[in-house]
């Protein structure tokens, strides 16, 4: 079993929906939690970085931990055609390491 | 404006020949890493770096090696290439920690 479980998709919504993206992890060590979306044929950049339970929102993004469920979960509002990419969990380890989930392809169809 | 580099972006080889992927940052980042990634298999750690002539084994490291002679490169050598390293490889790099990485665009190797 992975640490960090992620259901690859694809995922396809019609513009203007709420997508919800998540993550499930093992390791209750875990204490940073982020999320990194990847265009096509591009190196992943960091879209939201939590610390703790709770929510954080930032624009249209909201990245949500619940820690003691081990999940954590991505909700895009007013979902765009440009928000079309894979999207990427990835938790801190107790060694200060990434521990990648395999990503999620989500498709905004116009 | 500060970026990191890859290069070459595409590359084909043939099994058993020695490939070296470079890898620039003008960040000023002391920490660099290598990952590849495969369908399936999300980003997996194969060598990573906290300073210069610092270097440390990530998960799949066996069949690669990397050096860091200055703060700005980290080269990533496949000594004897195998399809199985058939991939695309990213370069990250990031001012404290392993978590917030600046990634490259990615070099994609094909060996046959």
Known sequence: QKEVEQDPGPLSVPEGAIVSLNCTYSNSAFQYFMWYRQYSRKGPELLMYTYSSGNKEDGRFTAQVD?????ISLFIRDSQPSDSATYLCAMVDSNYQLIWGAGTKL???? | DAEITQS???KITETGRQVTLACHQTWNHNNMFWYRQDLGHGLRLIHYSYGVQDTNKGEVSDGYSVSRSNTEDLPLTLESAASSQTSVYFCASSSSGANVLTFGAGSRLTVL
């Open chain 2, 8 to 10: 070459p972006r595409h």
């Open chain 1, 107 to 110: 498709i905004i169809k116009p």
């Open chain 1, 67 to 71: 820690k003691s469920s081990k999940y």
